[in-house]
Every structure is written in C-alpha cells, then in structure tokens.
C-alpha cells in the first residue's frame, strides 16, 4: 500500500466510523452541509463557483483529455448541451463508439486487481477524498446541474451539491460494512478425536467487473452517485454514461474521481466517462458488454425493465417511476397541508421522482381545523396554495426551475384534458433567463373511476381524485402502487386508526409512507443516512438507495483454505 | 405475541446469539452432532429412526393431510419413488396440479401478515425450533435421503441430517442478522435555525410474498434448507416442490415446519409441500407465478438458466453445476494426496456438485516425496488409491452409495470413450441390497487439448488432464470456471509461490479454493458457518451458502415517519 492510501486511510478514518455508525442507528447525520451560504462555505466559493462552470463553457471538457482512446478519432470528443434556461454550453466531452466499447471497458478493467487488492478500508478512503473534492467544488456543481437539469439553483445547490455527497458517502460507508462483515482471515479449529483439524481460511473480496452507471437528466449526480460510489468501494471499475443532456455534473465528478486515483496510486482509467451524442443509444451496447456486470439506472420505466429483461450478465438496479400518492382523509391543520403539498408540486415544476401526483380525496369532503371541507373546497384550497407559492414570477422560478425538456411543457399545457382542470399551469418568464420555459403546476379533477390518473405524468401535473371513501382511497393507492409502482406516499389524518391503516396499506403497497407533513419536511425529500429512497418492493425500483443488498451484490467472496 | 412464541424466543435465544458469533467470526463450529455414534443420538435413536422410515413405505404421508385443496381430487396424491437400492417406497405426498396453484398459493400467503408482524426475532426462533425437531428424527431422515438420493447410510446421516441442520441454521442467523441491520424505530432530530426538526422513523421489514424452494434429488435437504430457512425467516411463506424421486426428506421437514407453527399459532400452510408426478414440470408454473417472489434451486444447469431467465418477477438463487478442478504441480505427500483425491472421487460416486472432475497434471510429471513422477506415474498413483479404497465391495459401498439414476450409471460405464482409460469403472454389488447400481469410480487420461472435459460429467468420472505445465494449468483452471463455472478447486504444490499464484487464479476464477488436502479434510466438504457453499462470482451458482447477500434480497424495508 502506498503512503499516499495510508495517509488517506488516516485522514477519513473518523468519518467513516461516524458514517458506519450513521447506517446503523439511521438518526439525523450529515457529513456536507447543505446550506450556500458564504458562513459556510466561506465568500469566495460562491463567485468562484460561477466562475469554474463559465470557463467549460464552449470548450473541449480538458479534465478528461487523459481517459483512453481519444487519439486519432474524429468523433472522439462530443457534447450537444443546451441549458434549460436557454444557453447552449457548448462543451464536447469524451465520446466512444460501439468500436470503441471492447478497448474502452479492457481499459477500465486493466486497474481492477490493484483496486481490488487495496481493501476495502482503503477504497473507502479513497472514495471519501474524491467526495470531498466534489464538495469543495458545490458552486461550479449547483451551476452545472442548474442549466443542463433545469433545477433551481439554491436546489441545485443542495440535491446535486452535499445531499448527492452524503448518500453517496452513505453507500460507501454500507460498502465498507458489507465487505467487512467476512474476516479476511480465520483459523478454523474442528475438534477431533486424536488432535483438531486446523485449517487457515482467507476469505477476499472479489469485485464483479466494469460497473455501468447511466445517468439521468434531472439529477445527473444524485441519482448515480450511489451507484458509482457502491460499485467503485467494492472494487470495481466504472462507466458512467451520462445523459445527453446532462454531462457536465457527471464529467467533473468523474475528473475528481480520476485525479484521485491517480494521485493514490491507482490507475484513473477505473472510473471514466463515456459521453454519448443524442439518439445514439450507446447504454445499450454498454450494458449488455460482458464486462459490463454491474448496471445502476435513474430513469423511464421503458428502457429500466428493458435493461433489467437484457442485461443477464449483470446485476441490474434500476430506479423507474410511478404513482406517487397523497391519501387525504381528514387534517387539523388544512393551511399547512395544502401549504406543504403546494411546495411539493411546485418545487422543480413536479420533475422529481419523488414528487406527489395521485391525491386521493373523499368525494364528500374531509374533517379539517375549519369545519368540514367539500371535494371542491380541498381542491381550491390547495390550488390556492399554488398560487400563493408560485403568484411572483420572480420568486416562483427559484422554486420552479425549469422544464428540463419540450415533453415536461406539452404534458402541463395539456393536463386540461385529462379531467377538470381544478388550476391550470401558468407560463412563467424567468427575469434573468427570458429563454426558460417554465410551466406552474397544474391541477387536475378526476374521478376514482377514470384512467388518466393510472399512468405517470411526469412534471408539473397533480391528479385530484374522488373516492368513496378514505377505505377507497387506501385500496387504490394500494392496486396501483402494487402495478405502477410509487417512489413515495403520504396521508393525512387526525385519525390514529386511519394513519394505523395508511401504515397497513404501505406495507401492501412497498411504499414508504409519510404522516401529516405540514411543515418544513415535504415528501419529495429523503434524507441520507436515515430515509430509504425508494424500496424495491414495488415496480418503482427493484432496489433501495440505501441498504445491504444494495451494495452486496457488486461483490463476492472467495475464500482458500490450508491445513495449519 | 403468544406465550408459545415468547417461550420460544427465550429458549433459542442463547443458541441465535452463538450462531450470530459464528457468522461473524466464521470459525468453527456446529448446533448439530455429526456423529451417529448412540453416545450422542442414544441407544434407541437408531432403531427408532429407521422403524419411523419403514412406517413411512407403502403409505399416504398421513403427516401432511391438513395441507390445503386435498378435498375431493382424484389426483391429490402422488408419489413414485423408487431407491436407488432398489425397493419402490410407495409413499403418497400432497400432489397439486397447475389448476391448483393460484389456490394452493392463496392459502400459503394467507398467514403472511401475521407471520410479517411477529418480526425477526420470533420467526427466527420458530426456526430454530423446527431445526432443533428434525435434527431430533436425524436417523428417521438418514433413511429417508439414503433411499431417495442412493446416498450411503453414514454419509446421509451427515450431510441430510446435522451438517443440513447446521446450514439452514446458518441460513437463520444471516436473516436474523440482515433484518436487525435497521432499528425498529428512531427518532431523527435535525438541528434548524429555531427549534429541531424531529420526525418518529419506524422501519418495516416486509417479506417478498411466497418462496419457492426447488429440490435436487441428490441432496433433498443440505441444497434445499438455506433457501427455505431463509425465505421463511424472513417472513415469506415457502411452498417446497421437492424433486420427485426424493419427496419423502423434504415432506418430513416439511410436516415439522408445519408442526411448529401451528403450535406458536401461526398458520401451519406458511410452509406447504407440493409433489409432483415424474416429468410433470410442476416447477415451471410454480416458478412463473405472480405470487411467487423468491426461487430457490438446485439442479441442472439447463433449468437453473431457464429459471434466471424467465422467473423475472421472482429473486432467484440458482446452484448449478461447474467443472470442479484440482491443479496437481508438486507434493510432499504424494500418499496422502492421491488418498484425499481418491476418496473425493469415490464419496457418493462423485455425484457431488462439489466433486472434482478435471485434474490438471503436467505432462512431464511432478516433484513428489518419492521423487519425480510421470504423468502416467501419477494417474498410476491415483487409480491404485482409488482401488484400494473401493477394492472391497462391503467396504466400498458404505463410500459410494448408489447410483441416483439411470445417467450416472451410463456415464461411469461410457467413459472409457472419452479419453485413454487409467481406471475403468466397476460396477460392486452390495451385499445389503443387490438390486443397488454401484459403479467405482473411473479415471479417463486425456489432453489438455481435447474438448471432453469441458462439460461436466456428473458421477464417478474424473480426467486427468496433460499440460505443458502448471502456468496453463491454472490458465484453463481460470478459463474453464469463468465459461462453464466451478463449485471448487484445489491445489497440490510445495511451491509458496504456486500456491499464492492458484489463489490469484481462484480470485479470476471466482472458485474457492483448498490447497494441499491430504488427510481427512475434503475438498467436496463445506462447513457450516465457516466455508462459503459456491460463490456466485462464476457460472456454477449465482449466490453463496450462507451470505448476507443470499438472504438480503428476501426481504425490503417500507419505512414510515411522521414529526413528533
């Protein structure tokens, strides 16, 4: 091991004890924080920060100039980037081929028994420093994320910046315990008549391969963080393969990652990027390589059950969509739910995985602190809040972001149609991007019997739905997260047997489930180190960011034995 | 809770705890008694054991009458098992049909919640319990696998009975330990401006739903126990479709699991068997159906393919078969080498999944303590060792047992036409039952070049395989077990530097590893709590016994939260 990796090992011992300690108890712990401001992350981050991300603009992305394979190619850079809030970036990245793809992934792979050699221990470090490096680089990331996903930017801020760092420390730290809970070494001693049998037994940790990371565009580095940081700590290789549209988040992490490497000893060629033009489909090719043996996906429904029929050759975790639900049975505070649910449809024009869509509201009304509320009261009140939330374009747009593409627009100017329309979305003018196309959310009555609600509509679009009864809304919520699948869930109740029977119905439904979220705690959020984002227990994911069986699988033991 | 359930948890608490330990530590140990000897089992087990199995012949299995739909079918039981030693058995087990199934699987999942709520703890001493119940009818079982798998007495005692027991407990410590990995509940507190923000986090865990546990006909129990302890330890209901000429060990077991949790008041149809007629293929649609989530198999590498490939609702783990390989490069015992190799040909006539088939030896000889041996002097050694081990028909049939089929028979007496014969096999008669097929191993000397060990040949059959030296030996050692799998390997060398160099091989390879056995440690043998079954990391299976990964996936965690 070389000093560089001890004096890694020294340096991020505490925090990976306290993140290991984190995953077991689940209580509030964070190792980035989240906040921008300049008592945190000191004055010039900021201004700094801006800087960093205007100088890639409209240049050949230079961080990346050593990954392998980009001499004598004429395709061997590309990028086709334009900023949600209108600016093309203009910045080319490394590109491979198809023809490419067997040299690439032997590249990736040539740095795997040196890797693997290291430990866990000092994977963990190593992957500790890279995290860091990103955090101190949160500014040029929040920028970054802000105009290829269309996030805001004080979100951008924190979902791409420190809250991506922490659940991607979160999945380094279950690596380490995973790989840990088997002894490297043990003497085995079997008693026996005359004297024992005495074996020495070493146990070692055995990578799968290349790890295959594709990335989204809405959360280019909270969603493939876990992957790429699970299967780099178990020792294996990784691509990431960005989304078109959102390569720049994912081109400097995997800068940092490569620097890293290097400077410990290690080759950089063990993470690279692997950027691909628009259309081009070159995650298909990637994730059906034999070398290719572990696969981590953010993304559509679609193309997740296609790489989860095809990919046979790797362990495949997937983050699709679905139905996410809100069960509305009665409240004691009717200002601050519909507060609360305006904040979640608001918030990143309803783009995220976790955003609500399905409102389950008795037909005839609901118990709340003002008296009884019709169907059609509950559905002004929350438009309301909308409103309220997103009435000063100004201050809307630092909610609303932007429409991270045309299909986002076309489903909130359409969602009129798809019942009666309750509040329709309303185009925004960005004051500093006039370009931008930002849409408010839209609300939308239907009734429990109808089928717009059956499928997802991802962004800006919440469905009203009438039910007979809270039972009604319960059962539903219950069939279509079984089918469609459902990131997330939340009830209101002042009822403790409803919120009993709520509880019931996430267990049936594989949905973690939140409780009268009326204040600063929305249900699009999941916290590192204590929420489980997502929980393979229903079509929406086949895995859990994060868990043991998340990480358990990137790896194997194989063990020898000998006579002592 | 019940007081039955209490009581349990409190008698097996001590033992759980143990076995916790073990997992961890991986040294030795063991629950069970390995030894038939009446000093441990008492003077009347024996007996008693094998006039339980006689009152068994000719009989419905009475035992499982409660199990569901047995009303009013003409075809609701079935049973065709034969001995390999000869006698039919003509026991009648619970038989369903495909018209059954969705039937047959609501009743299993019926007492699901239940079973789901009384968490970890007591299912694992529900489990513990039915363990501890069959361990006590170890000789009833003996006779039970020696007359469905052709296994010799002594060794159907061993492995059907204590080291199965062992393992299926392994299995329960491993779903104790992974359901235990998040805390019931915890109070997250995050630190804010005015006052914390603190939400009530409770974690559920939720089984997958019905597991369904496919038996081999070699070994009913030690290959069917981890997956079926570790399904129904975590909280799924097990339907058991045992293979149908070895029904009777796992429809004693099950009727015990049954026993139990009727007794701790669960439902007894938690744990169901299902017995099929000969080519029936009742595996497929139990495999296919909806409500089965969870498939464990052991068997032939043709199904085990077809199950991955298709059963894609449900998590399988699959054991299949490999080219298990012995690298021979020098020795100090050559004795005690050809010995150990000799008797791991001949246990249970290699019909091992763990046996070694391809011997790699140099073909200008090795190094040995008696000097320098040809390749011709060695396969010379080896045969002379397994004659002299099988030399005895009385004797050698306490060590080959039967042949379980038809193929195995075929096999032994074929491959002369393989290669060039060094020991042909011979078929022994036994003096107990003359009906019994009992072939010797045979031993087939072909080149490294030649393409008749690449596939393997299941029963008393082992090549010794020519190389130009030990270097290519451990290259096709690696090549073999990356394309065709390998459930072990082994190594003979003097050499430290042999030795380190077949431990990296094994790491590509993904095969464990024994080096140098020569005495009375086998490299077909994996203990319990200490040396990994498989390793998942090649194509001969795709998970280990026992890991936290081989149970991990049996199971989600749905979370809920709510402030406080």
Same mark, same amino acid.
């Given at each position: 091991?070389?000093?560089?990796?001890?004096?890694?090992?020294?340096?991020?011992?505490?925090?990976?004890?306290?993140?290991?300690?984190?995953?077991?108890?689940?209580?509030?712990?964070?190792?980035?924080?989240?906040?921008?401001?300049?008592?945190?992350?000191?004055?010039?981050?900021?201004?700094?920060?801006?800087?960093?991300?205007?100088?890639?603009?409209?240049?050949?992305?230079?961080? =990346?100039?050593?990954?392998?394979?980009?001499?004598?190619?004429? @395709?061997?850079?590309?990028?086709?980037?334009?900023?949600?809030?209108?600016?093309?970036?203009?910045?080319?990245?490394?590109?491979?081929?198809?023809?490419?793809?067997?040299?690439? =992934?032997?590249?990736? !792979?040539?740095?795997?028994?040196?890797?693997?050699?290291?430990?866990?221990?000092?994977?963990?470090?190593?992957? %500790?420093?890279?995290? @860091?490096?990103?955090?101190?680089?949160?500014?040029?990331?929040?920028?970054?994320?802000?105009?290829?996903?269309?996030?805001?930017?004080?979100?951008?801020?924190?979902?791409?910046?420190?809250?991506?760092?922490?659940?991607?420390?979160?999945? %380094?730290?279950?690596?380490?315990?995973?790989?840990?809970?088997?002894?490297?070494?043990?003497?085995?001693?079997?008693?026996?008549?005359?004297?024992?049998?005495?074996?020495?037994?070493?146990?070692?940790?055995?990578?799968?391969?290349?790890?295959?990371?594709?990335?989204?565009?809405?959360?280019?580095?909270?969603?493939?963080?876990?992957?790429?940081?699970?299967?780099?700590?178990?020792? #294996?290789?990784?691509?990431?393969?960005?989304?078109?549209?959102?390569?720049?988040? =994912?081109?400097?992490?995997?800068?940092?990652?490569?620097?890293?490497?290097?400077?410990?000893?290690?080759?950089?060629?063990?993470?690279?990027?692997?950027?691909?033009?628009?259309?081009?489909?070159?995650?298909?090719?990637?994730?059906?390589?034999?070398?290719?043996?572990?696969?981590?996906? *953010?993304?559509?429904?679609?193309?997740?059950?296609?790489?989860?029929?095809?990919?046979? +050759?790797?362990?495949?975790?997937?983050?699709?969509?679905?139905?996410?639900?809100?069960?509305?049975?009665?409240?004691?505070?009717?200002?601050?739910?519909?507060?609360?649910?305006?904040?979640?449809?608001?918030?990143?024009?309803? +783009?995220?995985?976790?955003?609500?869509?399905?409102?389950?509201?008795?037909?005839?009304?609901?118990?709340?602190?003002?008296?009884?509320?019709?169907?059609?009261?509950?559905?002004?009140?929350?438009?309301?809040?909308?409103?309220?939330?997103?009435?000063?374009?100004?201050?809307?747009?630092?909610?609303?972001?932007?429409?991270? #593409?045309? @299909?986002?627009?076309?489903?909130?100017?359409?969602?009129?149609?798809?019942?009666?329309?309750?509040?329709?979305?309303?185009?925004?003018?960005?004051?500093?991007?006039?370009?931008?196309?930002?849409?408010?959310?839209? =609300?939308?009555?239907?009734?429990?019997?109808?089928?717009?609600?059956?499928?997802?509509?991802?962004?800006?679009?919440?469905?009203?739905?009438?039910?007979?009864?809270?039972?009604?809304?319960?059962?539903?919520?219950?069939?279509?997260?079984?089918?469609?699948?459902?990131? *997330?869930?939340?009830?209101?109740?002042? +009822?403790?047997?409803?919120?009993?029977?709520?509880?019931?119905?996430?267990?049936?439904?594989?949905?973690?489930?939140?409780?009268?979220?009326?204040?600063?705690?929305?249900?699009?959020? !999941?916290?590192?180190?204590?929420?489980?984002?997502?929980?393979?227990? #229903?079509?929406?994911?086949?895995?859990?960011?994060?868990?043991?069986?998340?990480?358990?699988?990137?790896?194997?033991?194989?063990?020898?034995?000998?006579?002592?």
């Amino acid at each position: 091991m070389t000093s560089s990796v001890e004096s890694l090992i020294d340096k991020h011992r505490e925090v990976l004890d306290r993140a290991l300690t984190a995953i077991g108890t689940r209580e509030y712990w964070s190792r980035y924080p989240e906040s921008p401001s300049p008592r945190v992350y000191g004055q010039e981050a900021g201004p700094a920060g801006e800087r960093a991300y205007r100088a890639h603009l409209g240049q050949r992305f230079a961080a =990346l100039a050593d990954q392998p394979l980009l001499d004598g190619r004429d @395709d061997a850079w590309a990028g086709y980037e334009v900023s949600p809030y209108g600016p093309e970036l203009g910045i080319t990245y490394p590109h491979y081929g198809e023809a490419q793809l067997d040299e690439l =992934l032997a590249a990736a !792979s040539a740095g795997i028994p040196a890797w693997r050699d290291a430990g866990p221990l000092a994977r963990a470090a190593v992957c %500790v420093e890279i995290l @860091d490096r990103i955090n101190a680089r949160s500014f040029e990331m929040a920028h970054a994320v802000m105009h290829t996903s269309g996030q805001p930017f004080v979100m951008a801020f924190q979902a791409a910046g420190p809250h991506a760092q922490d659940r991607a420390l979160e999945a %380094v730290a279950y690596a380490l315990f995973e790989q840990r809970r088997v002894p490297e070494e043990v003497v085995w001693e079997k008693p026996g008549k005359d004297q024992p049998l005495r074996m020495l037994k070493r146990f070692h940790v055995v990578p799968r391969g290349v790890g295959l990371v594709i990335g989204c565009n809405t959360f280019p580095t909270w969603n493939s963080y876990p992957g790429l940081f699970a299967s780099l700590a178990t020792g #294996n290789a990784v691509v990431v393969k960005p989304h078109p549209r959102a390569v720049l988040p =994912l081109a400097i992490s995997v800068a940092v990652a490569r620097e890293v490497l290097a400077e410990a000893g290690f080759d950089p060629n063990l993470v690279v990027l692997a950027a691909e033009t628009d259309g081009e489909g070159l995650a298909k090719p990637l994730a059906l390589h034999p070398s290719v043996r572990v696969v981590d996906y *953010t993304g559509g429904p679609r193309f997740g059950a296609w790489l989860e029929e095809n990919a046979r +050759q790797a362990v495949v975790y997937t983050e699709k969509a679905g139905l996410n639900t809100v069960v509305v049975d009665s409240t004691d505070d009717l200002a601050g739910m519909t507060a609360n649910l305006a904040f979640s449809f608001t918030l990143y024009s309803g +783009q995220m995985c976790t955003a609500p869509q399905n409102v389950y509201v008795p037909r005839d009304g609901i118990d709340t602190d003002t008296g009884h509320r019709s169907f059609d009261e509950v559905a002004e009140a929350i438009a309301d809040a909308v409103r309220r939330l997103t009435g000063d374009d100004a201050r809307a747009v630092q909610l609303l972001g932007a429409a991270a #593409n045309r @299909d986002v627009v076309a489903r909130a100017d359409g969602a009129g149609s798809l019942g009666r329309a309750v509040l329709e979305s309303r185009a925004v003018t960005h004051p500093d991007f006039p370009e931008a196309t930002v849409r408010t959310p839209a =609300l939308v009555a239907v009734d429990a019997s109808d089928e717009a609600y059956l499928s997802e509509c991802f962004g800006p679009v919440a469905f009203l739905i009438a039910t007979d009864s809270t039972q009604e809304s319960l059962k539903r919520f219950v069939e279509t997260a079984r089918e469609h699948g459902a990131m *997330t869930a939340s009830v209101y109740s002042t +009822q403790e047997s409803v919120l009993q029977a709520a509880e019931q119905a996430a267990l049936d439904a594989g949905a973690s489930l939140s409780m009268n979220l009326t204040g600063a705690v929305y249900v699009n959020q !999941s916290a590192a180190f204590s929420d489980f984002h997502g929980t393979g227990a #229903n079509p929406a994911a086949n895995a859990t960011l994060t868990d043991g069986h998340y990480v358990s699988g990137r790896f194997r033991v194989v063990q020898s034995r000998r006579h002592i």
